[in-house]
């Protein structure tokens, strides 16, 4: 199995739970409420705002930012991910000999706002803020750790999505979440030299 494929299968995984049934058998996406700003809605914290609409996810750790992260450099995955088509996403997988075997997926949501991950499925969904932006933490429900996705809104109807997937010394849930948190926030400072 090719590396990638480690990273893809969990990556998938979590994707699809994000979709609600519009019909027996048939997946659809779960509705965004990530429209407008309401009364009932809160407009969300963001620093500087970033468009990431035709940006290379495979660009946006540096080679000092993979070195701290114990990372090779990133291979583009297949642009269709769950729910989502065509988005630009970069899997990563840790130095070969590195403790804990790991892999990073970075991708780059360009339809849809990152609100839309509290539309329920089979996730426990945490809002956080990195590096000054708003986000969630969000992993598989159950009680063993699995893996950890930040998703950070950086955009209107636009969002990076980091997830971090040990292969094997899985860890606690918090620290699993602690290396998505800081990848996204590696992410944050290198967006500016991509735009």
Not at 152 to 178: F, R, S, W
Request: proline share 8%; with cysteine.
């Amino acid at each position: 199995m090719r590396p990638n494929a480690l990273i893809a299968l969990p990556l998938i995984g979590l994707l699809a739970v994000g979709c609600s049934s519009a019909q027996n058998g048939t997946a659809a996406p779960a509705q965004s409420s990530d429209s407008a700003p309401t009364s009932t809605q809160a407009v969300s914290n963001r620093p500087k705002e970033f468009k990431l609409d035709g940006l290379d996810p495979c660009k946006s750790l540096t080679p000092e930012q993979l070195n701290q992260l114990g990372m090779k450099p990133g291979e583009p995955g297949d642009p269709e991910m769950g729910r989502y088509k065509d988005v630009a996403n970069c899997g990563y997988l840790s130095v070969d000999g590195a403790k804990p075997s790991a892999g990073y997926v970075v991708a780059f949501i360009t339809a849809d706002g990152y609100r839309s991950w509290n539309s329920g499925g089979n996730l426990d969904v945490t809002p956080t803020s990195v590096a000054g932006y708003d986000g969630l933490s969000m992993k598989l429900k159950g009680d063993r750790p699995h893996s950890c996705t930040v998703v950070v809104d950086v955009a209107d109807e636009q969002h990076l999505y980091v997830n971090y997937l040990p292969i094997v010394d899985k860890g606690t849930q918090e620290l699993l979440c602690q290396k998505a948190t800081t990848a996204a926030e590696m992410v944050l400072a290198t967006l500016p030299s991509l735009s």
